[in-house]
């Protein structure tokens, strides 16, 4: 299942979520025009690597800079490819205005990079060896469903059926329950074996929603309440 749009129109001006948008999309535009071994040298340095972080005497060894924790932001605004890039955004797209509308702009850039350094941090500590660079905002648009789940639990999520030509509107609440549990299997199940995308940051995508689930509450702004739409149910 594939999310198509949800049902909540936002209430104020997404300012922030389009210039997040807008900046992995010139991030990504700009690794278009590197040469292949440009690139490969532009995500380890910019990368979030595990072992450069554990292991900082092989990190000076291999040509890592000393001291350098850039790569906490600069990895959340990087991606390995199209379509890892238009699912992410599509992702914070949908989530992100309404979770903007209730924090503010400033206080959402803010959710957004903590929950996102968390998940970093979440997958250091889970892949602690890995000399793999991480790349990409999954962690931190995590966090935003994680505050989703609980701002609008009863908001609808229109979703398309990919093996059938059908749109159908099911609970926010049910849409990232089913989320949260594909991430559970391919920790337990998933990752350890040879499926596809095992080397996917799964304990990452957990650590920011669960950051996301534990944080929201401090981001929120007086006053940016609004029954319209969640009547009783609203947070």
Known sequence: MIPYRDTIPAKYTPWMTWAIIALNLAAFAYTQWLTPQDLYYFLN?????????????WAVRVGYPPGDYTPFV????LHGG????????????IFGDNVEDRMGSVRFLAFYLICGLIAGIVHIYTNPRSNIPTIGA???????????????????????????????????IAFLGVWVIIQLYKVTVGAPSDEPFADVAWFGHLGGFIAGMLLYRFFLLEGRKDDRYFGRHSV
């Open 45 to 57: 340095l910019h990368g979030l690597v595990p072992a450069r972080y554990t292991n900082p005497e």
């Open 74 to 77: 600069s990895s959340m605004f």
């Open 82 to 93: 199209a379509l890892h890039l238009v699912l992410n955004m599509w992702l914070l797209w």
């Open 138 to 172: 999954s962690g931190a648009i995590a966090g935003v469903m994680g505050a989703y789940y609980f701002l609008f639990p009863y908001a609808r999520v229109v979703i398309w059926m990919f093996f059938l030509p059908w749109f159908i509107e099911v609970p926010a």
